[in-house]
């Protein structure tokens, strides 16, 4: 994908191999649900869902290679753009919003995340980490913009304009009063990160994070 002809909102990260949120994004839905997967590129996410769980999926993105790849698959995806598009959608319309490593290509995150939470019941959002400790060691010994696996690009032809941590959007959370239902970090090999762990812990050692929210400030302690 030549992501120079694209509005940066909808380029999602492209490390090598496959997705390895769309597992735990996988296990947070349940069967039958209606999805909006914001941000679907080309339908992988949804077509695995549909499969797995038999969802009434949809999906809108900014790239017109994406949506014909979407609907070269058989799905039902529109041509939208998050930072205006979901406005255009009624409070609860769906079971479950997606938004997998998109939010921080998004112009406006808080303003965003705050639409898909009314117009989803649940909404699941993966994060890269910018907080994890290999990016940490690249700033510290080279002095650059670091370029890893999950953040693959340079800093003058990245999509992404909101460099965020999982504490970061942790905060977030708390700043849109979101209930965090359930959260997971996956290690530099994508495996999940076996135990509870202060969010500090997560945040030097997790390099995405995927979260399960609802309405509702978090009833759970703080861990920050």
């Known amino acids: 994908m030549n992501t120079e002809t694209l509005a940066p909102q909808y380029v999602r990260t492209m490390g090598a191999g496959p997705r390895v949120d769309y597992d735990v994004i996988a296990g947070f839905v349940t069967r039958g649900a209606r999805v909006l997967d914001v ?4 339908g ?3 077509a695995r869902l ?5 969802i009434d999926g949809r999906g809108i993105e900014l790239s017109p290679q994406g949506v014909a790849q979407a609907v070269g698959r058989g799905l039902a995806v529109i041509q939208g753009d998050a930072d205006r598009d979901l406005v255009n959608y009624g409070a609860d319309t769906f079971d479950f919003v997606i938004l997998s490593q998109t939010i921080q290509a998004t112009h406006n995150p808080r303003i965003v995340l705050e639409h898909l939470l009314r117009i989803g019941r ?5 994060v890269p980490n910018f907080g994890h400790w290999r990016i940490r060691l690249q700033f510290m010994l080279r002095g650059r913009m670091p370029v890893t696996k999950n953040l693959p690009y340079h800093w003058y032809d990245t999509p992404n ?15 849109v009063d979101a ?6 970090a996956l290690n530099h090999y994508g495996q999940r990160i076996p135990f509870n762990a202060p969010w500090w812990f997560w945040n ?5 994070g995927v979260f399960l929210l609802d309405r509702g400030r978090r009833t759970r302690k703080d861990q920050v």
Not at 161 to 175: G, K, P, S
Not at 179 to 184: K, L, S
């Open 39 to 42: 941000g679907c590129g080309d």
């Open 44 to 46: 992988a996410l949804l």
């Open 50 to 54: 549909e499969e797995l769980h038999g």
């Open 122 to 126: 649940k909404v699941i959002v993966s």
């Open 161 to 175: 304009i909101h460099f965020c941590t999982i504490r970061d959007f942790v905060e977030l959370c708390d700043a």
């Open 179 to 184: 209930h965090i239902a359930e959260a997971v």
């Open 204 to 208: 030097l050692f997790g390099e995405q």
